[in-house]
């Protein structure tokens, strides 16, 4: 069964703070994304990564930060969290997107409120 | 614009009714997966398609790239299977993967 981590599962932040949300799998995948959900809404992909030590931006990267240290992690990072950045995200890993019995694994996710 | 169109944005059934949810693309999409997102906010894989139709106990789903539409049916409908819905497709150029706005599921007794 495919696994990804994130932690902290919730966190309060301060506007203006640095936050750092983590995502770790043990999947072996390539893949990884972050995506955010905001309240009554589908997913939106923020940042993702294919390979370590390199990111690729999604639909809404701004303000956002994406690292990619290892096959296995990675980390979103909000240098100056805004209250608009209040939302659920979730971390993914896949083998790849298409092409086969690929399917995207979704960590459970963390809830940020930013005040 | 939003390229995943998906329906209704909530419905309701009594345990052991059953109903379909749709998702329409308003691009050529390769394949699409479909989530049930529970109480607890967990993502759960439900399907995989890039084509046909796959049933999975009281579910089943089918995508239809050619005419741009994906279903997921329930049948006999459990207090379980209350959540919010997804639908997320993969466009053609690859890693980009694009979710509907979900379906609102409640099932009574």
């Known amino acids: 069964e495919a696994a990804v981590t994130q932690s902290p599962r919730s966190k309060v932040a301060v506007t203006g703070g640095k936050v750092t949300l983590s995502c770790h799998q043990t999947n072996n995948h390539d893949y990884m994304y972050w995506y955010r959900q905001d309240t009554g809404h589908g997913l939106r992909l923020i940042h993702y990564?294919?390979?370590?030590?390199s990111t690729e931006k999604g639909d809404i990267p701004d303000g956002y930060k994406a690292s990619r240290p290892s096959q296995e992690n990675f980390s979103l990072i909000l240098e100056l969290a805004s209250l608009s950045q209040t939302a659920v995200y979730f971390c993914?890993?896949?083998?790849?997107w298409g092409g086969g019995a690929e399917t995207l694994y979704f960590g459970s996710g963390t809830r940020l409120t930013v005040l | 614009g939003d390229q995943v169109e998906q329906s209704p944005s909530a419905l309701s059934l009594h345990e052991g009714t059953g109903s379909a949810l749709r998702c329409n693309f308003t691009?050529?999409?390769?394949?699409v997966q479909w989530f049930q997102q529970n109480s607890r906010g967990s993502l759960i894989n439900l399907f995989y398609l890039a084509s046909g139709t796959k049933e999975n106990g009281r579910l089943k789903s089918t995508f239809n790239s050619k005419e741009s539409y994906s279903t997921l049916h329930i049948r006999d409908a459990q207090l379980e299977d209350s959540g919010t819905y997804f639908c997320?497709?993969?466009?053609?150029?690859?890693?980009?993967?694009?979710f509907g706005s979900g379906t609102r599921l409640l099932v009574s007794p």
């Open positions: 993914a890993s896949s083998v790849r």
């Open positions: 990564s294919y390979v370590a030590d």
């Open positions: 997320a497709a993969e466009g053609p150029g690859g890693y980009k993967v694009v």
């Open positions: 691009t050529t999409m390769r394949a």
